[in-house]
Nanobody, 113 residues
Framework: VQLQAFGGGLVQAGGSLRLSCTASVNIISFVQMDWYRQPPGKERELVAS???????NYADSVKGRFTISRDNAKNTVYLQMTSLKLEDTAVYYC????????WGQGTQVTVSS
């Protein structure tokens, strides 16, 4: 299984970005897919999850600003990020809740003032 994440970049505070994660297999087979992020010098943290039935969960720090969604036909999971803050700067990874867990290569998001 390969996950390819893209869509990161440099954005000003208050701006928006949409990340995409495309899988090499049918994502219907994954009960849950996640977006994680790793800020500079910090540990990786869970940002958002989407369950196969469409239910979603978010870290408190991004609730109301980020939206995770999935398009099974495109084997793609998205993370729409709005009202970006400096503290959202991180490398963002998509991942599957499987054993073993699969990870994308990461995409850098940098929020500037």
């Amino acid at each position: 299984v390969q996950l390819q994440a893209f869509g990161g970049g440099l954005v000003q505070a208050g701006g928006s970005l949409r990340l995409s994660c495309t899988a090499s297999v049918n994502i219907i087979s994954f009960v849950q897919m996640d977006w994680y992020r790793q800020p500079p010098g910090k540990e990786r943290e869970l940002v958002a999850s989407i369950i196969h039935d469409g239910n979603t969960n978010y870290a408190d720090s991004v609730k109301g600003r980020f939206t995770i969604s999935r398009d099974n036909a495109k084997n793609t999971v998205y993370l729409q990020m709005t009202s970006l803050k400096l503290e959202d700067t991180a490398v963002y990874y998509c991942s599957t809740l499987t054993y073993p867990r699969y990870w994308g290569q990461g995409t850098q998001v940098t929020v500037s003032s």
